[in-house]
């Protein structure tokens, strides 16, 4: 969707919070958000450092799904993993808009345990022969599981995923912006394909269909890896959980939230389920 207007406003450009700023994180992007054809081509996978230099393959048990102009998901049967990405096809049988998404995916599972009030991640044991204790994640913040002292306070943490775009074919329309009311999602006031530079993107963002507050969100610049200066700037949304950026660029971007997300500067304390939501979009001109 390409218009013409002038540049204002400032950059806004948001890095995720501190601890998760060296995580991986999930997308999914096509390769073009104007398709022509009754198809399109995707490429999903997790990145580190920057976007699109994609590290391997979103994980997790879970489908694609496309959603069209009549609002009902449809699996796309189109799918396959690299090493270092996965290439998905969707087709667009009609003209309007479609989201294509990973649904909400589980990832990492972390035990905790609780001890002297501190919470610490639990290293689990060594499989038979496997040579070793489960591995160093955790740090200093971690316990081998044999050490846990009987009876402590433990939890299971699940780290869930949703990676989804948006194409338009043709005009567009607004039956697949629709939220699915489960899990942590954004609900776009702003059409994800009616974005332009100079004025602002409007969201919110929910979880299970109702609105969340004070949730940290970052925005990435895509092909960054030749700019000089990356971008260094952070913010929350208000209580409402609505957001509104501004671009001074056109480009492709990559949004990207956790809920719930940890309070920086307060000890750790772990939830049963964490969601890493991310949406690719183009911004024109």
Request: glycine letters at 12%.
């Amino acid at each position: 969707m390409q218009r013409t207007a002038g540049f204002a406003g400032v950059i806004v450009a948001l890095l995720v919070a501190q601890a998760a700023s060296a995580a991986h994180m999930p997308y999914i992007k096509p390769t073009t958000f104007g398709p022509k054809r009754d198809f399109v081509t995707l490429e999903s996978g997790m990145a580190a450092d920057h976007f699109f230099a994609m590290d391997f393959p979103i994980r997790g048990a879970g489908d694609y799904w496309v959603t069209g102009p009549t609002g009902a998901p449809v699996k796309a049967t189109a799918a396959s993993d690299h090493k270092e990405f996965a290439v998905v096809e969707a087709a667009l049988p009609a003209a309007g808009t479609y989201r294509i998404t990973t649904g909400e995916r589980p990832g990492r599972t972390a035990k905790w345990a609780r001890i002297d009030g501190a919470w610490k991640m639990v290293r689990p044991a060594a499989a038979p022969g496997g040579g070793g204790g489960g591995g160093g994640g955790g740090g200093a913040n971690a316990i081998e599981e044999a050490a846990v002292p009987a009876g402590a306070e433990t939890l299971t943490a699940v780290s869930y995923l949703r990676a989804e775009t948006f194409v338009t074919k043709g005009a567009p329309d607004r039956a697949a912006l629709k939220p699915t009311g489960q899990g942590f999602e954004a609900e776009l006031t702003t059409h994800p394909n009616e974005i332009f530079a100079g004025e602002p993107f409007k969201l919110r963002f929910l979880n299970d269909g109702k609105p969340v507050g004070d949730v940290a969100y970052a925005v990435y610049r895509g092909g960054d890896l030749y700019e000089e200066q990356r971008y260094t700037n952070s913010t929350r949304t208000g209580a409402d959980g609505a957001a509104a950026i501004t671009f001074d660029r056109a480009g492709v971007y990559v949004l990207v939230a956790t809920y719930p997300g940890r309070v920086e500067g307060q000890p750790m304390v772990p939830v049963a389920k964490t969601t890493t939501y991310s949406l690719t979009f183009e911004v024109t001109r």
